[in-house]
T-cell receptor, first 112, second 115 residues
Framework: GDSVTQMEGPVTLSEEAFLTINCTYTATGYPSLFWYVQYPGEGLQLLLKATKADDKGSNKGFEATYRKETTSFHLEKGSVQVSDSAVYFCALIVTGANNLFFGTGTRLTVIP | DAGVTQSPTHLIKTRGQQVTLRCSPKSGHDTVSWYQQALGQGPQFIFQYYEEEERQRGNFPDRFSGHQFPNYSSELNVNALLLGDSALYLC??????????????FGPGTRLTVL
């Protein structure tokens, strides 16, 4: 079945460190891939997405590239800030379906 | 422009009771999806409503039911509550049901505790 596997957390980084959160997927067909972020006390927000192989999604300094050959969609940021502290969820939707499959989430804490 | 709103914020029920959660979609959106997020887990899809009909359903028992009203708002009903139903229930809205194209906007959720 369709699923998403995310890097176990929590992740603690110092400000300005490089961030990678790994995400791999299993899907029938050709999925669209997403990263959502959940800030403390807030709802989920779409961070970025990619709809086909080799697409790169980017937003707020975060990037992720849809790698079909490795079935991966790793999230990266070159220099994290304290304000990036949140829970990050990788998700997919299979073409023709109307529901998102989410990973278990990775909690990121950035310390000054 | 109001985003997705949910009520109530928190709710405490006992086993066997029934509960109704409410969601108002973002202005201009016509599609509502519901998710269950257990503590420490990612959200799991319950169902989606479009044009007042259930369009797709996840792997949840019939105790979970819903409704969409003509103004696009939606309710989630859970009957015969179990301890395992304790979770954060998220509502998300979009313009149209095709989520590969249409971005979903999530509400802050309703925290349900079953004792």
């Amino acid at each position: 079945g369709d699923s998403v596997t995310q890097m176990e957390g929590p992740v603690t980084l110092s400000e300005e460190a490089f961030l990678t959160i790994n995400c791999t997927y299993t899907a029938t067909g050709y999925p669209s891939l997403f990263w959502y972020v959940q800030y403390p006390g807030e709802g989920l927000q779409l961070l970025l997405k990619a709809t086909k192989a080799d697409d790169k999604g980017s937003n707020k300094g975060f990037e992720a590239t849809y790698r079909k050959e490795t079935t991966s969609f790793h999230l990266e940021k070159g220099s994290v800030q304290v304000s990036d502290s949140a829970v990050y969820f990788c998700a997919l939707i299979v073409t023709g379906a109307n529901n998102l499959f989410f990973g278990t989430g990775t909690r990121l804490t950035v310390i000054p | 422009d109001a985003g997705v709103t949910q009520s109530p914020t928190h709710l405490i029920k006992t086993r066997g009771q029934q509960v109704t959660l409410r969601c108002s979609p973002k202005s201009g959106h016509d599609t509502v999806s519901w998710y269950q997020q257990a503590l420490g887990q990612g959200p799991q899809f319950i169902f989606q409503y479009y044009e007042e009909e259930e369009r797709q359903r996840g792997n949840f028992p019939d105790r979970f039911s819903g409704h969409q009203f003509p103004n696009y708002s939606s309710e989630l009903n859970v009957n015969a509550l179990l301890l395992g139903d304790s979770a954060l229930y998220l509502c998300a809205s979009s313009l149209g049901p095709g989520l590969a194209i249409n971005t979903q906007y999530f509400g802050p959720g309703t925290r349900l505790t079953v004792l």
